[in-house]
């Protein structure tokens, strides 16, 4: 029988909005040829829970838990971006510790954040082991920030005008002990069990490639941003909090296994940034100073003269900003939320058309863009 | 090539039945039970001594068709399934609880701790859970393809274990083509995987179902040439054969084999076999669906492939299969590279073998030769669990890849190289000892 | 020809495989030590002082200010009452006893972000370490802190060993806390050199039960940021 008579069909197939893969209730529709995805259609808005119509509705204190909620995997980046937000509105001073403070909670949670993505990328990939050592590791940082402030993961922790609770000497002899438990012993152990597997390299290099030009038009930001080689951080082409006294580096995708952009490259940005944080929270840790945690006056009638303002920041998955109008009032006229999540999930259709992707490839992809559902749909 | 195979095999199966025929228990008593079950001969020798008790009713009858010598064999077949399915059975209970306990241990867990000590009762509990959840058939589903699919891929498996032995004469059918039985019957579990992912009526469970499809009859390649490789070297197809041979032949003149060394194993037979049995290995963990071959499973991709839509007992089923499967392909790597029931020290192997054998060593050697079997074969299913609990998942081109174009050709040059050696080498090992030379 | 890099390849993957191998393996051996997870309903970990959980009112320090209800950025809490002792309000209500008829929190709702227990100004509401809460019907998820009643019997019985965990793990830390202090007594002059050299497990323990301590010491501590 020759080729030509084998009759042969397309089906859709409905990937999510309840598959292990999707990191969410996020819904693929894939018009797929055998195991060749053809075309997919990415469906949000399943986890959709009006934060910003939310937010006009409180006063500035009160839009905090919420902030939390919406990238719950690094909380405290969303509490600190509408920190900044509310306090260059106000014209708040941050008290010096209180810097300290949140740079050192904003880069554990990023590493706490890369952690899941590198546990989940490997569950995606169908390694088991690796997802148990990342939650285990973890859970030490959770342990920390639930000392900390109470919670695991909607700390409220970073607020207008400084932080909730101040430091102990005992939490922070705790982030020094798991950073040196951390630091090159663990993550060189993650490399070695997933980063530099044959198989591992082999799913995720030449995959999902994502060129510099194309990730900068639509909007992408963060690793998966750096992932294809640009350098663009944040923390250091737009300093706030003290991250310009810091030293660090910004680590690019480099296309060492395949090309450049590819879902290894991302991937092994988020391994080599830990590295970077565990950097900067050593370097807060020696030089956090005594003194005041939060601006006692402001820290709980905040009312901002009216105006508009847009402030972001670098957290775990690219920037996320916030656009505050005041009008005067203690409760804010208009809060708009960048979330990052929701800009780099925008990419995927457009991945999937650029080359040839099989149903396994989707998932790295969707693993590779490191995408919390509650930030998308806010 | 399988439909060939079946032929044969029913030809062969039959064979086997009427060698069941035989008189065992007399070969028992003589020492040299070649190529039979024990069961058959102590059953037979139970029922020919006693018979059936006078105040049975028709009991001259009942007399008169054992005599006949019908009973004997029928019973002894029908208690080697049963100990062949009770075996495959706990086996399953323990290697599910142990897998859990190995992923445990190596994900810094403690894994069941619950049911029993050590949660060693776990399965059994799980198990009995599954029988009483309820049966669900999807509407759409085809209804007695789905029903039929999950009894066929464990036949496929169970009867893959009849020409397996487990310990010296512990086999339930020696038969001449033991290994392409083996290699046929495997067959069988694609065709119930086909039928459950086509039946079930779902796109995952379809994905799943092709790639079963691809992956097993793929991957029976570089196994079947493992297969011939060996058959070349030992000259026969027999599994008992085999393993015979790597019993080594430090005084084979009186027609008795005692064992060898470790050197005598097909492993160390020559230098390909070496390489042989690490593409065998690869190829019988895409051949059960283990990681990272677990491509018609991929939990995070395709949900659960094939049996996504079974319950219940339909889905233990598979389960058992699976673990079954995983024990078949250990116990053929047992049996064709790593010298069976010969534990390679050769005082050890020695034990209760030859005429001055009494029933006390003849027992303790058994006993010892069924340990050794045992233990290598479980070696390599912890050895199939830790491969799972630490590598991901390969994509089905790679899957392909590995199979046609490095097994393939490596098998291939394994072959070629070994039927060199041993026409160059004369049937030497490695180390430079003799194998068998008759 | 088959290229070199066929091999290297090959080779590649499989040294890859083999490091990895070599890592899981040397967790299954070492498994003892590795553990870090607990027999969770039997052996429970320490709650930090701080931990959100489900609320507690000290009744008579209310003052019915209604501060906790309006920060309350879910409106979860409901309160009625009166305040003074004996009848309606008269004068300012600082410090003023208020007779409370309804105090309850709506867990369906409750997000446990610890805004209420902030404003407070005899710091009355707190949210404790009591964190397994369930029920089988929402309308029970309504819990009444007047008479911190429990949901159901089954519940009762749950809570109450609950309780007397916790008071028993309170008791092991005061214990924990005096032998330390007696221990940091004898060797204060060596502390500084053997706290640098603790190991990481070690120094989580203990500095887990001394936030906590240094908590119970001084609750206020935590409040003043509201003021």
Not at chain 1, 3 to 16: D, F, P, Q, S, V
Not at chain 1, 157 to 170: H, I, K, L, N, S
Not at chain 1, 288 to 301: S, T
Request: with cysteine; glycine share 8%; charged share 20%.
């Amino acid at each position: 029988m020759t080729e030509a008579k084998i009759r042969t069909e397309e089906m859709l197939l409905n990937m999510g909005p309840q598959h292990p893969s999707t990191h969410g209730v996020f819904r693929v529709v894939v018009r797929t040829d055998g195991e060749l995805i053809l075309e997919s259609e990415s469906h949000i808005g399943y986890l959709h829970r009006c934060f910003e119509k939310c937010a006009e509705g409180n006063n500035y204190l009160q839009v905090v838990p919420y902030t939390d909620r919406m990238d719950y995997l690094c909380a405290m980046m969303n509490n600190w971006g509408y920190a900044v937000a509310v306090e260059k509105l106000a014209g708040i001073e941050v008290p010096e510790r209180a810097e300290y403070i949140r740079v050192m909670v904003a880069e554990l949670n990023r590493v706490a954040s890369h952690l899941l993505a590198f546990g989940t990328y490997g569950l995606d990939i169908g390694a088991i082991t690796p997802f148990l050592y990342a939650f285990r590791d973890r859970e030490r940082i959770l342990k920390i920030f639930e000392k900390l402030c109470g919670q695991r993961l909607n700390y409220s922790y970073v607020r207008v005008g400084g932080v909730t609770f101040d430091m102990t000497e005992e939490i922070l002899a705790d982030i020094e002990a798991f950073c040196d438990y951390f630091d090159p012993k663990i993550i060189d152990e993650y490399d070695n069990l997933l980063s530099y597997n044959g198989i591992f390299i082999s799913r995720t290099a030449n995959v999902g490639v994502m060129p510099a030009d194309l990730a900068i038009s639509y909007g992408v930001t963060g690793p998966s941003l750096r992932g294809s080689g640009v350098q663009r951080d944040l923390r250091r082409d737009a300093p706030y909090g003290i991250y310009d006294r810091l030293e660090f580096d910004v680590p690019v995708g480099t296309g060492e296994m395949g090309q450049l952009g590819d879902c290894w490259d991302r991937y092994m940005v988020r391994m080599r940034e830990m590295r970077q944080s565990i950097r900067l929270v050593r370097q807060a840790l020696a030089g956090i100073p005594e003194g005041p945690f939060c601006d006692k006056k402001a820290y709980r009638a905040v009312k901002p003269k009216a105006g508009e303002t847009y402030k972001r920041v670098e957290g775990a998955r690219g920037e996320v900003g916030f656009y505050i109008v005041s009008d005067g009032t203690n409760i804010p006229y208009r809060v708009k939320a960048r979330a990052p999540s929701f800009s780099n999930i925008s990419i995927l259709d457009k991945l999937t058309s650029l080359s040839d992707v099989m149903v396994a490839d989707l998932v790295a992809i969707i693993g590779s863009l490191d995408i919390v559902l509650g930030e998308v749909d806010r | 090539m399988n439909l060939f195979a079946f032929t044969t095999i029913f030809a062969q199966a039959g064979k086997g039945l009427g060698e069941f025929a035989g008189d065992y228990s007399s070969k028992w008593d003589a020492g040299t039970y070649d190529g039979g079950l024990v069961f058959a001969g102590i059953i037979k020798w139970l029922v020919t001594t006693w018979g059936v008790p006078e105040w049975v009713p028709l009991s001259s009858i009942l007399n008169g068709v054992l005599e006949a010598s019908v009973f004997p064999e029928i019973g002894a077949l029908l208690i080697t399934i049963g100990l062949v399915f009770g075996f495959v059975n706990i086996f399953a209970i323990g290697a599910v609880w142990s897998e859990r306990k190995v992923s445990a241990h190596m994900q810094c867990r403690l894994g069941p701790m619950e049911v029993g000590p050590h949660g060693i009762l776990q399965t059994v509990a799980d198990g009995l859970k599954l029988l009483a959840k309820e049966d669900i058939i999807p509407r759409l589903a085809d209804k007695p393809l789905f029903a039929l699919a999950p009894a066929i891929v464990f036949a496929g498996v169970l009867m893959r274990f009849v020409p397996l032995p487990f310990g010296d004469q512990l086999i339930a059918s020696d038969l001449d083509l033991g290994l392409f039985f083996i290699a046929a019957v495997g067959a069988v579990e694609v065709l119930g995987v086909i039928m459950a992912g086509w039946s079930s009526n779902n796109k995952w469970s379809l994905f799943g179902t092709i790639r079963t499809a691809t992956q097993m009859v793929s991957y029976e390649i570089p196994i079947g040439l493992a297969f011939i490789t060996v058959i070349i070297c030992s000259g026969s197809f027999s599994l008992m054969e085999i393993v015979n041979q790597q019993g080594g032949s430090l005084n084979a003149s009186d027609g008795y084999v005692y064992g060898g060394w470790i050197w005598h194993w097909n492993l160390f037979r020559n230098p390909f076999m070496l390489v042989l049995s690490i593409t065998y290995f690869i190829a019988s963990l895409a051949e059960c669906k283990r990681s990272p071959f677990d491509l018609p499973e991929a939990e995070s991709e395709l949900v659960s492939g094939f049996h996504t839509e079974y319950t219940g007992m339909r889905f233990a089923l598979f389960f058992l299969a699976e673990y079954a499967a995983m024990y078949l392909v250990a116990a053929v790597a047992v049996v064709i590279f790593l010298g069976g029931w010969w534990s390679g020290i050769y005082p050890l192997d020695a034990l209760g073998l030859g005429p001055e054998a009494t029933t006390l060593t003849k027992t303790l050697g058994l006993l010892i030769k069924v340990g050794v079997f045992l233990s290598k074969a479980f070696a390599l299913v912890f050895v199939q669990m830790w491969v799972r609990w630490t590598l991901p998942r390969i994509r089905l081109d790679q899957m392909m890849y590995v199979c046609w174009k490095v097994l393939l050709p490596i098998s291939l040059v394994c072959l070629i190289g070994s039927c060199l050696w041993e026409l160059a080498s004369g049937g030497a090992s490695v180390f430079g000892f003799g194998i068998v030379v008759e | 020809m088959i290229p070199c890099a066929y091999f290297m390849n090959i080779f590649k993957v499989a040294r890859s495989i083999w490091i990895g191998m070599g890592i899981t393996l040397k967790y299954f051996l070492n498994h003892k030590k590795t553990l870090c997870t607990i027999q969770y309903p039997r052996e429970k970990d320490l709650i930090p002082a701080r931990h959100r959980g489900i609320h507690y009112l000290e009744t008579e320090k209310c003052v019915l200010c209604w501060k906790c209800s309006d920060i309350c950025p879910v409106d979860c809490i409901y309160i009625e009452g009166v305040r003074g002792a004996d009848g309606p309000l008269q004068g300012g209500y600082r410090g003023q006893k208020a007779t409370l008829s309804k105090f309850t929190v709506d867990y369906t709702v409750c997000i446990f972000c610890g805004l209420c227990e902030e404003p407070c100004p005899p710091k009355c509401i707190w949210l404790g370490p009591e964190f397994d809460y369930h029920s089988t019907d929402r309308t029970m998820m309504e819990k009444n802190l007047l008479s911190d009643e429990v949901y159901t019997e089954s519940d009762e019985v749950f809570v109450e060993w609950a309780r007397g965990e916790n008071e028993r793990l309170q008791e092991e830390k005061k214990k924990q806390k005096e032998a330390e202090k007696a221990a940091k007594a004898a060797e204060k002059a060596a502390a500084v050199a053997v706290a640098e050299e603790t190991p990481a497990e070690a120094a989580e323990e203990t500095t887990e039960e001394a936030s906590a301590e240094a908590a119970e010491e001084n609750p206020e501590g935590e409040g003043d940021a509201a003021e």
